[in-house]
């Protein structure tokens, strides 16, 4: 009988913090973190022969449906969320330390099917936790093909007491993520990417159901990686009864153009770009190229390496997988918070290498880096 193994971060209370701001230089690349927040990291350990090495993640506060909720997110790597949402810091916290055990826990599990992982990590082949990482992204994939949306809705809100329009994509089950639900008659918040052609600020700022919402909503769902189903088109919705009653009632007092249909569905389905992205995000980590002279790779996680030269100085290597582009990332320190260069080959980080080593030879650390060369960009 195989005891289950249990990790030591259950028992972190207390973890370090790091106060980020946008002006004291500790912030992480991005705009995955917030303006500010808390940068902490959870031990690494050897977990049923399993060696899982330390993480750094950023709490940090969002501002979503009215009201602030503080979140956790992985630093590097993926920038996955880690656990839920809270209202507290202390909260948050409380959930992405149980939400990093449980994974843990899970990769040693697996490991545990599969006593050759640990055999094939000692021998200093592929890292100790690569079988189960593999078994735990391709249960992922499948949660991602199984939860895609299948049906997109556009909806107008009463005109006379604010109007505008929401695009939502379902799956089956009637679920919409946050990132689903786009107000196609407002420009969304700053940063975020948005048509000027695509949202019809002029004539439909009270959500009347035009051709313009239909063309602002095709742009969206591009973007998203989605396409109408062969043969569908937009199509008038009857919600609920309560909801059906209460819109008849309104129809009197509605200008020309804001009745029926007060919501259109289509049915879609996902671009091969989209399911192709789903693979390189949740499938085997890609393989690096021939590194330059003097240089050698040691892989620090599933999609991460760290990278050293003439075995003096030392960067982590990270690829993410994207819809509009895979990128991969340099960065100066272990914990992955100053990026040096983004690229969407490796070979072009790679070959920086030799440059950045000589340049932090001059300048007395790694940290420093010429403005020159085609893919740095700070």
Same mark, same amino acid.
């Given at each position: ?190 940063? @975020?990417?948005?048509?000027? %052609? &695509? ?5 439909? *700022?009270?959500? +009347?159901?035009?051709?313009?919402? #239909? ?100 960067? @982590?290597?990270?690829?993410? %997988? &994207? ?5 991969? *990332?340099?960065? +100066?320190?272990?914990?992955?918070? #100053? ?40």
């Amino acid at each position: 009988m195989t005891t289950q193994a249990h990790s030591i971060v259950r028992e972190t209370v207390k973890p370090e913090y790091t106060r980020y701001t946008s002006a004291n230089g500790k912030r992480p690349d991005g705009a995955d973190f917030g303006v500010d927040g808390w940068l902490f990291v959870l031990p690494g350990e050897t977990l049923g022969g399993v060696r899982i090495p330390q993480a750094m993640y950023a709490a940090f506060q969002v501002s979503e449906r009215g009201a602030l909720f503080w979140r956790v997110r992985e630093v590097g790597g993926e920038r996955s969320q880690v656990g839920s949402d809270s209202m507290t810091r202390q909260g948050v916290l409380a959930l992405a330390v149980n939400a990093v055990a449980q994974q843990r826990e899970e990769v040693a599990k697996s490991a545990a099917r599969d006593p050759g992982a640990r055999a094939r990590g000692a021998e200093g082949g592929e890292p100790q936790m690569a079988a189960a990482m593999t078994e735990r992204l391709e249960r992922m994939r499948a949660g991602q093909l199984a939860a895609l949306p299948t049906v997109a809705e556009i909806r107008m809100a009463y005109p006379l007491a604010g109007g505008g329009a929401t695009l939502r994509l379902m799956s089956a089950e009637g679920s919409t993520m946050e990132r689903h639900m786009i107000r196609l008659t407002e420009r969304g918040a700053a940063g @975020q990417e948005n048509n000027p %052609a &695509g949202i019809h600020l002029g004539p439909i *700022t009270d959500g +009347a159901n035009t051709d313009g919402l #239909k063309i602002a909503a095709r742009w969206h769902l591009t973007r998203l990686g989605f396409n109408h189903a062969r043969g569908t088109a937009w199509a008038p919705h009857a919600g609920s009864a309560t909801s059906e009653t209460q819109w008849k009632q309104w129809t009197p007092m509605l200008p020309e153009g804001h009745r029926w249909p007060h919501t259109v569905r289509v049915a879609i389905v996902p671009t091969s770009e989209h399911l192709a992205y789903i693979d390189r995000a949740f499938g085997p980590a890609p393989k690096l190229p021939d590194l330059p002279a003097g240089a050698s790779a040691q892989p620090s996680g599933p999609r991460s390496w760290q990278i050293s030269y003439a075995n003096r100085r030392f960067w @982590q290597l990270c690829y993410r %997988a &994207g819809l509009g582009g895979d990128v991969w *990332t340099l960065y +100066a320190d272990i914990g992955r918070t #100053k990026s040096l260069a983004h690229a969407d080959k490796a070979a072009e980080i790679l070959a920086l290498i030799p440059d950045l080593d000589a340049e932090a030879q001059g300048h007395g650390g790694p940290e420093r880096t010429a403005e020159t060369g085609p893919t740095r960009r700070r």
